[in-house]
């Protein structure tokens, strides 16, 4: 089953309350909320005050994409917020398998997240800890980016190393997921897909729309 997840860094913020509406009478699967901290990656965005008010507004699973520095000192923060899943970055901590049992032993779903030019033998020893892998599709931290096209080969093997391991892990797309992409990244073996400029908050559609339309690429 394929999930559908906004990008809430892309939604109007002067408008959310508007737009998370419409997104889940739309029926979203999961939003996706970017945290970016100036130093992972060379943008800011939101914090928890923020994920704590789109919790209020929605009981769609909350999925927080932590692109931060030392991200182990910050999971309580965010757990607290009663988000669903939590990412981390493999290229973010010293502390990849602490950091993760630290999201676990708070009944959350736990991701890694990989920049493009990781390699995938980075997760080999925390397999048996993971619920999903991000696969960023660009280098992270600004939206309207291009897809690499070289990650269509990642998702491939990355799928092929969930199999052998027998474990119910997804692999989710982040960076540039749209009517262009999406194809190649389901054959590949995507479940989640993080939906920003390229499919959802753009002005061709409502948003509402733009997920139908999304939705079709699936049939
Ligand atoms: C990239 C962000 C994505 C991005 C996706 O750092 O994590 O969520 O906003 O949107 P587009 O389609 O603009 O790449
Ligand atoms: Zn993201």
């Given amino acids: 089953m394929h999930k559908l997840g906004p990008s809430l860094m892309c939604a109007d913020f002067g ?65 607290d917020c009663g988000v669903e899943m939590i990412s981390v970055h493999q290229e973010s901590t010293q502390n990849l398998h602490s950091v993760l049992m630290k999201i676990k032993s708070k009944g959350i779903k736990a991701g890694v997240a990989i920049n493009p030019g990781t390699s995938i033998e980075f997760l080999d020893y925390v397999y048996d800890l993971l619920d999903y892998i991000v696969v960023m599709t660009v280098n992270p931290g600004f939206a309207g980016q291009k897809f690499i096209p070289s990650m269509y080969e990642k998702i491939a093997k990355i799928n092929e190393k969930i199999k052998a391991y027998n474990r119910p892990i997804e692999i ?36 509402e729309e733009n997920v139908k339309l999304t939705r079709t690429l699936f049939n």
Wanted: proline share 5%; net charge negative; with cysteine.
């Fill in 15 to 79: 408008n959310l309350e508007r737009d998370i509406k419409e997104l889940d009478k739309a029926g979203v699967d999961f939003y996706h909320i970017d945290i970016m901290d100036g130093r992972f990656v060379p943008n800011f965005t939101i914090g928890p005050d923020f994920v704590k008010t789109v919790r209020n507004l929605t009981q769609t699973p909350l999925d927080v994409h932590l692109m931060v520095e030392d991200p182990e000192k910050h999971i309580d923060l965010f757990a």
């Fill in 172 to 207: 989710q797309v982040d960076g540039n997921i749209g009517a262009s992409t999406i194809p190649s990244c389901k054959e590949n073996g995507a479940a989640m897909y993080v939906l920003g400029t390229s499919a959802v908050f753009n002005s061709n559609h409502s948003l």
